[in-house]
């Protein structure tokens, strides 16, 4: 339990901080800012999941991985399985992929609503 606390407060601290200096450094969309924010601790954390992979180390839950990609980090999620050759396995990881296609598909629609059409 005590992985999914830290991996957690980790991951949310990270993203929060990450999104206040966009917001405050850009005119973008608030919530073009939270998809960037949230892709990138995502990405970090992913890469960083990688690493204590190779050295044994406390491994970042899974559970946190999927929460990320549902906020909005699912293209730091993608990227993180092209860019560190993470989680990348759809038989040994099913459900991430399950999960980065449905939050990638439900981003899309607010993307779409929010952003586009306006």
Do not use: C
């Not at 699912?74 to 990881?93: P, S, Y």
């Not at 099913?94 to 059409?117: D, M």
């Amino acid at each position: 339990m005590g992985y999914y606390v830290a991996f957690g407060l980790l991951s949310a601290i990270g993203g929060l901080v990450f999104f206040i200096l966009l917001y405050n450094s850009t005119t973008w969309n608030p919530y073009a800012v939270w998809l960037a924010a949230w892709s990138g601790i995502t990405l970090i954390i992913y890469i960083l999941d990688k690493i204590l992979s190779k050295v044994r180390g406390p491994r970042v839950p899974e559970l946190v991985l999927h929460l990320l990609a549902a906020i909005g980090g699912f293209g730091g999620a993608w990227l993180g399985m092209l860019v560190a050759q993470h989680k990348k396995n759809i038989r040994k990881h099913p459900i991430i992929w399950v999960v980065l296609t449905l939050s990638t598909l439900g981003h899309a629609a607010l993307i779409y609503t929010w952003l586009i059409k306006g």
